[in-house]
Nanobody
């Protein structure tokens, strides 16, 4: 069983920055593919970013590319999502997710094995 705990959400003005963290349990964290997703009120969950376990490659949704940066620290069992130039449309609950046995690349949302409880990010205009 893997537990994921997000932190770092909050309220920020448009143009500001926030950094989300996701701490994971488990001794094999370095072999997990990790992802960030978000869900705004009345909308479906959407992919934000992912980082592979093989070489640390990162992937981003077009809507956040150039503004968000995902990274991982295997020594701390933690992934981060640095969010810059935030927009009101970034307002959502952000979830981290872990796939403990994926191969190359990153999985579709329904293949992730574990999810965190979510962190609220609110961007005011």
């Amino acid at each position: 069983q893997v537990q994921l705990v997000e932190s770092g959400g909050g309220l920020v003005q448009a143009g500001g920055s926030l950094r989300l963290s996701c701490a994971a349990s488990g001794r094999a964290f370095s072999s997990y593919t990790m992802g960030w997703f978000r869900q705004a009120p009345g909308k479906e969950r959407e992919f934000v970013a992912a980082v592979t376990w093989t070489d640390g490659s990162t992937y981003y949704a077009d809507s956040v590319k150039g503004r968000f940066t995902m990274s991982r620290d295997n020594a701390k069992n933690t992934v981060y999502l640095q969010m810059n130039s935030l927009k009101p449309e970034d307002t959502a609950v952000y979830y981290c997710a872990a796939d403990v046995d994926y191969g190359l690349g990153y999985p579709p949302p329904d293949e992730y094995d574990y999810w965190g409880q979510g962190a609220q990010v609110t961007v005011s205009s």
